[in-house]
Antibody, heavy 118, light 107 residues
Framework: QVQLVQSGAEVKKPGASVTVSCKAS????????ITWVRQAPGQGLEWMGW????????HYAQKLQGRVTMTTDTSTNTAYMEVRSLSSDDTAVYYC???????????WGQGTLVTVSS | DFQMTQSPSSLSASVGDRVTITCRAS??????LAWYQQKPGKVPKVLIS???TLQSGVPSRFSGSGSGTDFTLTISSLQPEDVATYYC?????????FGGGTKVEIK
């Protein structure tokens, strides 16, 4: 069965960086992309970007350009999402989800809470 | 910047009522639209893809329609377990923008 298992909760200070991992299983990792979505407390869903696990192509939300990097490791079927220069506005639950080209994100990870606090 | 405008932002209806949520895209997206249901503290769940295709296991009281720029999610007979926030999302190309969400409550 398809599973996406994310890394655990993080607490970071303003200005720091955080990396969230998303380990995939139950499907051919390189046949799909991974999209990342975040949700601040009490707020809606915000699309952050997408990476192809096939060739590493990326698309980032304009708002996060320059501060976010998405990568994959095909040897371990794991996707990574790094956000730099954290502020309190980055406090959110971060989700990864599997996405096939031209299709909707279907399987989602369990979410990772990132708290930015001094 | 691409916009997905969802309305209303919240609604309160009685059990058994018909509920309609709309989503408008700032540019045409054909039928590349999904609807999600999110209950508090839970992961979003896909209800509908390609604007009108019900996902496996989703009750038939949920339906979707539309194409181009205007889309609708309908719950034909609201049930207590449908209390949640609903989001639309375009997925034809980046950015995969979400609507702002509609919080559905029972009156």
């Amino acid at each position: 069965q398809v599973q996406l298992v994310q890394s655990g909760a993080e607490v970071k200070k303003p200005g720091a960086s955080v990396t969230v991992s998303c380990k995939a299983s139950g499907y051919t990792f390189t046949s799909y992309g991974i999209t990342w979505v975040r949700q601040a407390p009490g707020q809606g869903l915000e699309w952050m970007g997408w990476i192809s696990a096939y060739n590493g192509d990326t698309h980032y939300a304009q708002k996060l350009q320059g501060r976010v990097t998405m990568t994959t490791d095909t040897s371990t079927n794991t996707a990574y999402m790094e956000v730099r220069s954290l502020s309190s506005d980055d406090t959110a639950v971060y989700y990864c989800a599997r996405k096939y080209t031209g299709s909707h994100p279907d399987y989602w990870g369990q979410g990772t809470l990132v708290t930015v606090s001094s | 910047d691409f916009q997905m405008t969802q309305s209303p932002s919240s609604l309160s209806a009685s059990v058994g009522d018909r509920v309609t949520i709309t989503c408008r895209a700032s540019q045409g997206i054909s039928n590349y639209l999904a609807w999600y249901q999110q209950k508090p503290g839970k992961v979003p769940k896909v209800l509908i893809s390609t604007a009108s295709t019900l996902q496996s296991g989703v009750p038939s009281r949920f339906s979707g329609s539309g194409s181009g720029t205007d889309f609708t999610l309908t719950i034909s007979s609201l049930q207590p377990e449908d209390v949640a926030t609903y989001y639309c999302q375009k997925y034809n190309s980046a950015p995969l923008t979400f609507g702002g969400g509609t919080k559905v409550e029972i009156k």
